[in-house]
């Protein structure tokens, strides 16, 4: 199965203005149709903007709501998937960190953020995400099967967690989709773990970053797509596909063949050498410290 064209979506958002994030959003959308892109994916809270504070439980929507709407209309008419990050308000009025997958179907499904971070945002100042203030955390992981292969999405902090990603990849994901609102910061420690993620699940991975300043946060952009068991290639993980920008809007765009990570587990076996040992061992350790 190829997928082809992958677009990396990157945006500096708008906070709390929707409709401007909107339209830089379907922008990149159209010039992504004129390069026949099959899959979109934009960053953690792109529609939003992260630094809305209480501003939060005023522009958050149900999903599906009326920006599901809108990225479905885009979707149905450019023959495209598209995913994006956005704050959903439940039926009952609780907040979440989630993301959204829409398809020339219509909507298909959402995640949300399982993790939510409580450390600094500020190596040098007290400041902390406003992920724990205003967000519930998720509990589902689901993998959905779509016409371009299994898709499954993790949301910033979630990468920094390995059984994450590997509860996604053990469901048949072929597709980890990673989404964020790193500051920049964070660079270092973040950059290298979404390769990781890939060599240690042999499975590709597709992550977005939001880039530019919003408010007093910088973030590093430089998205990536990462076609675990590339041709040419025994090293899972390498070589990267594409590489966005670490200081501009725009998409980025990268071919990619969902299947072709089979060719390099017979050489790679991580998933043939788990052992239910392993995981009974790590919940007897975690029930010790908890």
Same mark, same amino acid.
């Given at each position: 199965?190829?997928?082809?064209?992958?677009?990396?979506?990157?945006?500096?958002?708008?906070? !709390?203005?929707?409709?401007?994030n909107?339209?830089?959003?379907?922008?990149?959308i159209?010039? @992504?149709?004129?390069?026949?892109?099959?899959?979109?994916? +934009?960053?953690?809270?792109?529609?939003?903007?992260?630094n809305?504070?209480?501003? +939060?439980?005023e522009? @958050?929507?149900?999903?599906?709501g009326?920006?599901?709407?809108?990225?479905?209309?885009?979707a149905?008419?450019? =023959?495209?998937?598209?995913?994006?990050?956005?704050?959903?308000?439940?039926?009952?009025?609780?907040?979440?960190? @989630?993301?959204?997958?829409? *398809?020339?179907?219509?909507?298909?499904?959402?995640?949300?953020?399982?993790?939510?971070?409580?450390?600094?945002?500020? $190596?040098?100042?007290?400041?902390?995400f406003?992920?724990?203030?205003?967000?519930?955390? !998720?509990?589902?992981?689901?993998?959905?099967?779509? $016409?371009?292969?299994?898709?499954?999405?993790?949301?910033?902090?979630?990468? /920094?967690?390995?059984?994450?990603?590997?509860?996604?990849?053990?469901q048949?994901?072929?597709?980890?989709?990673?989404?964020?609102?790193?500051?920049? /910061?964070? $660079?270092?420690? /973040?950059?290298?773990?979404?390769?990781v993620? @890939?060599?240690? =699940?042999?499975?590709?991975?597709?992550?977005?970053?939001?880039? *530019?300043?919003?408010?007093?946060?910088?973030?590093?952009? *430089? !998205?990536?797509?990462?076609?675990?068991?590339?041709?040419?290639?025994?090293?899972?993980?390498?070589?990267l596909?594409? $590489?966005?920008?670490?200081?501009?809007?725009?998409?980025?765009?990268?071919?990619?063949?969902?299947?072709?990570y089979?060719?390099?587990?017979p050489?790679?076996?991580?998933?043939?050498?788990?052992?239910?040992?392993?995981?009974?061992?790590?919940?007897?350790?975690?029930?010790?410290?908890?």
């Amino acid at each position: 199965m190829t997928l082809g064209n992958v677009a990396i979506g990157q945006i500096t958002p708008v906070t !709390g203005q929707k409709n401007k994030n909107l339209v830089k959003m379907k922008q990149h959308i159209i010039q @992504a149709s004129q390069k026949h892109v099959g899959l979109v994916v +934009f960053p953690e809270l792109a529609l939003t903007g992260y630094n809305c504070g209480d501003d +939060f439980f005023e522009v @958050a929507e149900q999903i599906p709501g009326e920006a599901t709407h809108f990225f479905t209309k885009l979707a149905e008419e450019y =023959n495209m998937y598209i995913i994006w990050g956005m704050p959903e308000k439940s039926l009952n009025g609780i907040l979440y960190n @989630a993301a959204v997958l829409v *398809g020339p179907e219509g909507y298909i499904g959402k995640w949300r953020k399982n993790t939510l971070p409580g450390h600094a945002t500020d $190596k040098t100042g007290p400041g902390a995400f406003p992920d724990r203030r205003y967000f519930k955390a !998720g509990e589902g992981l689901p993998v959905f099967d779509t $016409k371009i292969g299994k898709i499954g999405v993790l949301i910033c902090y979630d990468i /920094f967690f390995p059984e994450l990603a590997r509860m996604l990849t053990l469901q048949g994901a072929d597709i980890l989709v990673g989404i964020s609102g790193s500051p920049t /910061f964070e $660079k270092e420690i /973040f950059e290298p773990i979404i390769k990781v993620r @890939a060599m240690e =699940n042999t499975v590709n991975i597709v992550y977005t970053n939001l880039v *530019g300043i919003e408010g007093e946060t910088e973030y590093w952009g *430089g !998205g990536c797509i990462i076609g675990a068991g590339e041709k040419d290639t025994k090293v899972p993980g390498s070589p990267l596909v594409c $590489k966005a920008p670490y200081d501009e809007e725009g998409i980025t765009i990268g071919k990619l063949d969902v299947q072709e990570y089979n060719k390099i587990r017979p050489y790679f076996p991580v998933l043939r050498d788990l052992t239910t040992r392993m995981y009974e061992q790590l919940g007897e350790l975690h029930r010790k410290i908890t």
